[in-house]
């Protein structure tokens, strides 16, 4: 039977922080609580660093399920630091008056905008897009990163051709690796994507969540962020840990892809984040041989009519074309290999419509918020 919010809650009310002699519960200190089955996941917060505590209070939580819920419940713990909640707890200054800063802002206080790549549907280009939107980004001389957080299929290793391991700095932060003016960080390049096919949802989203905190971006203008395919606990995760300035929806033209790519608005919206606007990947089929030739094989300008009905801003439409395939499996995007091609072009009008899109969001609304929202239980 599957494990309950509500059941590790109260398990967890029973574990007492030895300094201020309440329980975890009730001062507020276990966050992003997500269960499914025998899966539990949730991050402990402290107030101050403390490997003895964290390491004591992990212990005390896990004996608590086990002994009140059920004795072969899996545990992932993440300990996280917030330093704001010390001021909080101990009452020396009014916690109103203190911004709220997540942990994750400072982390990522060097990134100017935050692009997420999303769609509801697997395999209409989401990758293809996030990196050749990556790489003309790039091309325009502003520092940009690409963070793939598909851990089920990560596509930055074969599309960029990356084989290496990234460095750790001193303070055990991960480096990115820079190919082609990007700076890439993918699960890829170090968790076992056959390994990971085994792992249930709270341990991606977990997984996820640290990759995300333990990265030394440095100063970008953009991240752009591969988002796995769905709507579901990992997208809206990944949706909680960085504020982001805005998303960009691929969807091709088929009525399947559209439904999802409607859900893929809505969860946007739900959460606050602008919709940048929608691209229509594999809009229509041009033959090498014959380069006048379209075939709108998915249907004809499905994701065109889907942003003029949902009201979000049409970003542009890219043809099926080979070249796009076969550059993308041999490690070099398109816009790197064959800049000048009509294929790189589609691209890199799309990328330059987002960066408009990203100075008229950035002009009228305010940084998006990191927001608590509700994960079905
Ligand atoms: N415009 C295009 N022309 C030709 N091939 C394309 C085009 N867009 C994507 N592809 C190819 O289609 C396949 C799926 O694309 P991609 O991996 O980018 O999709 P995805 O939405 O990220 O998939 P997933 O949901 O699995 O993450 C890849 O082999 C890619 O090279
Ligand atoms: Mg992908």
């Known amino acids: 039977m599957s494990i309950h919010k509500e059941q590790v809650k109260s398990a967890l009310s029973h574990v007492i922080h030895p300094h201020y002699e309440r329980d975890l519960i009730t001062l507020g200190l276990i966050q992003d609580l997500i269960t499914q089955d025998k899966y539990i996941s949730f991050t402990l917060e402290l107030p101050a660093k403390d490997d003895v505590l964290a390491n004591h209070l992990k212990k005390e939580c896990t004996t ?3 002994k009140f819920i059920d004795k072969e419940a899996i545990l992932d713990i993440t300990v996280g630091i917030n330093i704001s909640k010390k001021r909080e ?10 911004p709220q800063q997540p942990q994750q802002q400072s982390v990522l206080s060097g990134v ?47 599309m960029f051709g990356v084989t290496e391991r ?25 968790v076992d994507t056959d390994q990971a096919m085994i792992w249930r949802g709270p341990m991606v989203t977990s997984a996820v969540k640290q990759f995300m905190q333990e990265v030394e971006w440095g100063e970008l203008d953009y991240l752009v962020l591969d988002l796995p395919p769905g709507t579901g606990d990992i997208q809206l995760t990944i949706v909680q840990t960085v504020p982001l300035t805005g998303a960009v929806i691929v969807s091709t033209p088929q009525t399947v892809a559209l439904d999802d790519a409607r859900k893929g608005v809505a969860m946007f919206n739900k959460v606050n984040v602008p919709v940048l606007g929608i691209v229509e990947n594999m809009a229509y ?38 070249v796009v395939r076969q550059t993308s499996d041999s490690g070099t995007p398109v816009v790197a290999s064959e800049p000048t091609s009509a294929a790189a072009i589609g691209f890199k009008e799309i990328a330059n419509r987002v960066h408009q899109a990203l100075i008229v969001r950035n002009k009228e609304q305010e940084k998006t918020k990191k927001i608590d929202i509700k994960i079905r239980p």
């Not at 033959?287 to 030739?293: G, I, L």
């Open 285 to 322: 089929f041009v033959p090498d041989d014959m380069p006048e030739k379209k075939y709108y094989i998915f249907g004809k300008h499905g994701a065109r009519k889907l942003a003029d009905r949902l009201e979000v801003p049409f970003l542009g439409e890219l043809p099926l074309r080979e």
């Open 89 to 98: 707890l101990e009452g020396d200054e009014p916690a109103a008056a203190q």
């Open 112 to 158: 100017k905008n935050v692009i997420a790549v999303a769609s509801g549907k697997g395999g209409v280009g989401k990758s293809t897009v996030a990196a050749n939107l990556a790489v003309s980004l790039a091309q325009t001389g502003a520092s940009v990163g690409l963070l793939d957080t598909d851990i089920y299929g990560p596509s930055v290793p074969t």
């Open 64 to 66: 608590a399920v086990h």
């Open 166 to 190: 990234p460095n750790v700095t001193t303070q055990k932060k991960l480096v990115p690796i820079l190919k082609h003016g990007v700076h890439l960080v993918s699960m890829g390049f170090l």
